[in-house]
Nanobody, 121 residues
């Protein structure tokens, strides 16, 4: 079964950094566009960033511009989300999935179980 495994979450103080990993299981992501998403308690899942197979990036959320970056290492079959200057409002479960950058969340698939990020002092 094709899915992603997210990791790297945890508890971090405001202003801190984390790097999340999204490892593909059961398929190679060389030709896939991959998006990072998050869902906070009581809120809908929102798109953050997306990266195409060629490395082009799409921003979905103004709230993370200048703080979060997306990258990929096809040799490791992994996509990363570098998160800097974290804020309490970044607290959420973070997911990755594959689809088409720029399109609705509904078009993405192969969701993993997510990784919890908690920003708190």
């Amino acid at each position: 079964q094709s899915q992603f495994v997210e990791s790297g979450g945890g508890l971090v103080q405001p202003g801190g950094s984390l790097r999340l990993s999204c490892a593909a299981s059961g398929f190679t992501l060389d030709y896939s566009s991959i998006g990072w998403f998050r869902q906070a308690p009581g809120k809908e899942r929102e798109g953050l960033l997306c990266i195409t197979s060629s490395g082009s990036r799409t921003d979905y959320a103004d709230s993370v511009k200048g703080r979060f970056t997306i990258s990929r290492d096809n040799a490791k079959n992994t996509v990363y989300l570098q998160m800097n200057s974290l804020k309490p409002e970044d607290t959420a479960v973070y997911y990755c999935a594959r689809g088409t950058c720029g399109l609705s969340i509904r078009t993405f698939s192969s969701w993993g179980q997510g990784t919890q990020v908690t920003v708190s002092s």
